[in-house]
């Protein structure tokens, strides 16, 4: 069946410009998680959706990044007037999270980010 | 807080050779051990999973281990081959599945 997809693959914009990636997990997942991979970092967890719970959002570095998962399903991360440290891989990932089990997450391709 | 280190952050064989990635975790309550491979360019694949009742998973020519008294997991690659060429990631698991990552092994199996 189909992965998980991530879109676009590549996105350059001017400092100060928002952006927005999307994730579309694999069907009947119910949790979606956020990641960023920069060169300093290493891979970051940033957002974590879990069927209708409040998300975690304890990896969001700052208030100009925030995320919505629309029925449970596909998934925004906005970035409010970037900066050239935004700059990275962002990757998303989704799991089928059955009940008292930790499982595997399954990555997509990512969106590259370059802010200029 | 959790902080996961790999050592070695790179390591060149020849082809055919048994190798051992290892990856340390400071907070022994993880819920699980993922390792990951990772191709330039390209997004991560699950190699193995192990729950944190669990001390190893098998699959084909990898083998993962994991110590949690000791904060120790790792990943055995046997006869090695060029197509293992790889950044090599692990990540512990929290109980909401958050994964905390090491920072890879860059491996490069050379014909």
């Known amino acids: 069946g189909a992965g998980v997809s991530q879109s676009p693959s590549n996105k350059v914009t001017e400092k100060g410009k928002d952006v927005e990636l999307r994730c579309d997990p694999i069907?009947?997942?119910?949790?979606l998680y956020w990641y960023r991979q920069s060169l300093g970092q290493g891979l970051e967890f940033l957002i974590y959706?879990?069927?209708?719970?409040?998300?975690?959002k304890s990896g969001l570095p700052s208030d100009r990044f925030s995320a919505e998962r629309t029925g449970g399903s596909v998934s925004t991360l906005t970035i409010q007037r970037t900066q050239q440290e935004d700059s990275a891989v962002y990757l998303c990932?989704?799991?089928?999270?059955?009940?008292?089990?930790?499982?595997?997450?399954?990555f997509g391709p990512g969106t590259r980010l370059t802010v200029l | 807080k959790q902080e996961v280190t790999q050592i070695p952050a790179a390591l060149s064989v020849p082809e055919g050779e048994n190798l051992v990635l290892n990856c340390s975790f400071t907070?022994?309550?993880?819920?699980?051990l993922q390792w990951f491979r990772q191709d330039p360019g390209k997004g991560l694949t699950s190699l193995l999973l192990?729950?944190?009742?669990?001390r190893e998973q098998t699959s084909g020519r990898l083998n993962a281990s994991l110590d949690k008294s000791s904060g120790r997991s790792t990943l055995y690659i046997a006869a090695s081959q060029p197509g293992d060429s790889a950044t090599y990631l692990c990540?512990?698991?929290?109980?909401?599945?958050?994964?905390?990552f090491g920072q890879g092994t860059e491996l490069s199996v050379k014909p």
């Open positions: 069907s009947g997942h119910t949790a």
């Open positions: 959706f879990q069927g209708n719970s409040a998300p975690d």
């Open positions: 192990i729950q944190s009742s669990q």
């Open positions: 990540a512990g698991g929290n109980q909401g599945g958050k994964l905390i």
């Open positions: 990932a989704s799991s089928p999270r059955l009940a008292g089990i930790t499982d595997t997450q399954y």
């Open positions: 907070d022994s309550a993880i819920y699980n």
